[in-house]
């Protein structure tokens, strides 16, 4: 029997390839797992070379930790045919062009602290890849500048990396991307030219405004920690926009819902959030959320909200107005469940 935790085998000191085929039919998607060289015997590898042959994409293979020692990829001269690959959490590693020679490989996450290597990127078979993520090392050093030759990449994320960013104006597929880190010397504008782009999430990093960034196509905006920032500036740059998330930023007093129409927005622990002009504007919107803000509570509690609003969650310091507030809410049916779509 598999001991799976929260869809992640770690360790495992056997492995059966038919029981991973049907732990992937299951569940939809497993981890196998390894934090130490120890773990993966060659009888290991071999059998979990086989279980990516059976189930394709739906298993990823990580290897993190190793710690006090170092991550040899010759190791993945053993799996051939692993489709979905995870090299993070590391703080060093050998042979690191072994990923490049994977013939399948088709997602990526890759992590490695005190890798000094800035032309990484040139090692890896770009133009198979369908998502990629990129943790940052001690240097922040990536040339990105090769994501240009992306052809089938959906889904990016980048921490700390900035050098040669424009050259994800060619990527023609790209519908997600997430910035963490992202210096706020570094514009946003390259972004503007993305045709595909339907998510954005920056984390972190710092900026006064967004005022460089403007999309036609894009349609989820999540702003998550960004120092620094004042305003959101003129929605209507973002004609598209349909779900905006804004959470942990203390400076901003205002966001001016003007020239968008939303269907769900989510605010988090914006203290000095006082104002939403263009609230009443939103006639679409079916999910809205306030955590933690300088907004009137009570008078978006008792507000009329559009027919198109199904979940309203409002949460103040106090616990007896958030209870009193939900039964309200509830009595109105404004109660849909909600996953806050994030």
């Known amino acids: 029997m598999l001991k799976i935790d929260s869809g992640r085998l770690q360790d495992p000191k056997i492995l059966s390839p038919v029981e ?35 189930v394709k994409d739906r298993l990823q293979v990580r290897f993190y930790g190793h710690y ?38 088709k997602l990526l996450n890759f992590g490695v602290f005190e890798l000094d290597r800035p032309d990484f990127l040139r090692t890896i078979e770009l133009r198979r890849l369908a998502q990629l993520s990129l943790g940052e090392n001690r240097k922040r050093n990536f040339d990105l500048s090769p994501l240009a030759d992306c ?31 992202y210096a706020k010397k570094h514009a946003l504008n390259f972004m503007n030219d993305i ?32 120092q620094g920032l004042t305003t959101m500036g ?5 004609p598209a926009l349909s779900a905006l998330r804004i959470e942990d930023q203390i400076q901003l007093k205002q966001v001016d ?6 269907k ?27 955590s933690r803000v300088a907004l009137d509570l009570d008078g978006l509690r008792d507000r009329e909200w559009p027919s198109a609003t199904r979940s309203v969650g409002l949460f103040s310091g106090k616990n007896k107005w958030n209870d009193d507030a939900a039964t309200r809410l509830t009595a109105r049916n404004l109660n ?4 806050l779509w994030l």
Not at 161 to 172: C, F, T
Not at 196 to 220: F, M
Not at 234 to 238: A, Y
């Open 336 to 339: 849909e469940s909600s996953d």
């Open 68 to 105: 006090g020692g170092r991550f040899d990829a010759m190791t993945l001269r053993h799996l051939p045919e692993i489709r979905s690959l995870a090299v993070d959490c590391l703080t060093a590693i050998d042979n690191e062009e072994e990923i490049g020679r994977l013939p399948n490989l």
């Open 20 to 54: 991973i085929a049907q732990e992937c039919d299951t569940r939809g998607r497993l981890v196998v797992q390894f934090s130490r060289p120890e773990a993966y015997t060659p009888a290991i590898l071999a059998s979990l070379n086989e279980a990516c042959g059976l």
């Open 151 to 181: 052809e089938l990449l959906d889904s990016l994320f980048i921490q700390g990396h900035s050098k040669g960013i424009d050259g994800l104006e060619g990527v023609p597929r790209l519908r997600t991307l997430t910035l963490s880190g």
């Open 195 to 226: 045709s595909t782009l339907k998510e954005l999430k920056l984390i972190l990093g710092g900026r006064a405004d967004l005022d460089d960034l403007s999309s036609k196509s894009l349609e989820i905006l999540q702003i998550i920690r960004v």
């Open 257 to 262: 819902l003007n020239g968008v129409s939303l």
């Open 234 to 238: 003129d929605l209507s740059r973002l």
């Open 264 to 290: 769900r927005l989510a605010l988090f622990n914006c203290k000095s959030l006082a104002e939403l002009p263009g609230l009443d504007t939103q006639d679409q919107l079916r999910e809205f959320l306030a």
